[in-house]
């Protein structure tokens, strides 16, 4: 199913939720089996995929969708790699026109969002610069209150301290989010699909038995992608 969803019509997406119905999807993420919910997670990735289908899916489920990936990075029991998918689903949840605003409007997970960019696992650093990126496109519209905000709530100062990293992955990610604050910039966000983020490899790919891949594609906006 993931493979699936991969760069799917909208259509076929919503034969996917249709057959398997988003409750079930909530229902497997309080499953104990990682392999299970890493899965799971990453079939949310590729249909919370593509700008019009993200805002479409959000609408209908957003809420849930929000509090799912809020119970799993606040829970001391899902590990970095099922955080990494569910911070993941917030990149592509940033990217969408309107989406947005289901991160915007929640403090206490932009405060998350930015607990981990400092985190130990650069995987997780990566996909959360990644997501505060998204949110201050200035491509979008109310990007300046969006940046006012997240300023305000010290994402800056936080991807300023992480700007020398040396992971040279993270440090790209860094630049560009930096450069969003900047009025003149006028550059693509990012968004990612099923796999997991590292620094080692970019490009679509839609081999679900790696989920330890990095993947992004290209459209009008940059989209990281199963």
Same mark, same amino acid.
């Not at 609408?59 to 790699?81: D, F, H, N, P, V």
């Given at each position: 199913l993931t493979n699936m969803a991969f760069h799917? &019509? /909208? !259509?076929? !997406? /919503? /034969?996917?939720?249709?057959?398997?119905?988003? @409750?079930?999807?909530?229902?497997?993420?309080? @499953?104990?089996? &990682?392999?299970? =919910?890493? %899965?799971?997670?990453?079939?949310?990735?590729?249909?919370?995929?593509?700008?019009?289908?993200?805002?479409? =899916?959000?609408?209908?489920?957003?809420? %849930? =969708? =929000?509090?799912?990936?809020?119970?799993?990075? @606040?829970? &001391?029991?899902?590990?970095?790699?099922? %955080? &990494? /998918?569910?911070l993941c689903i917030l990149v592509n949840v940033a990217d969408g026109s309107v989406s947005k605003d289901f991160i915007m409007g929640n403090e206490d997970l932009l405060r998350k969002i930015n607990s981990f960019m400092t985190h130990s696992c650069v995987q997780l650093q990566i996909a959360a610069v990644c997501c505060i990126s998204n949110l201050l496109a200035n491509t979008d519209d109310g990007a300046a209150d969006r940046q006012q905000k997240l300023k305000e709530m010290g994402a800056q100062r936080i991807l300023h301290k992480i700007s020398h990293s040396s992971d040279p992955f993270l440090a790209e990610k860094v630049k560009h989010a930096l450069q969003q604050f900047s009025p003149l910039s006028n550059l693509n966000s990012l968004a990612f699909g099923s796999s997991s983020l590292s620094s080692s490899n970019l490009g679509g790919s839609n081999n679900t038995n790696n989920q330890s891949t990095s993947s992004s594609s290209s459209s009008s906006t940059t989209s990281i992608n199963s």
């Open positions: 799917a &019509e /909208q !259509k076929v !997406k /919503q /034969q996917i939720l249709s057959t398997v119905t988003m @409750e079930k999807l909530f229902q497997l993420l309080t @499953e104990q089996d &990682e392999i299970l =919910i890493v %899965k799971t997670l990453g079939l949310l990735r590729n249909l919370i995929y593509y700008r019009p289908h993200i805002d479409l =899916i959000m609408t209908l489920y957003g809420t %849930k =969708i =929000i509090q799912a990936i809020i119970m799993i990075l @606040e829970s &001391e029991y899902y590990s970095s790699r099922i %955080k &990494e /998918q569910a």
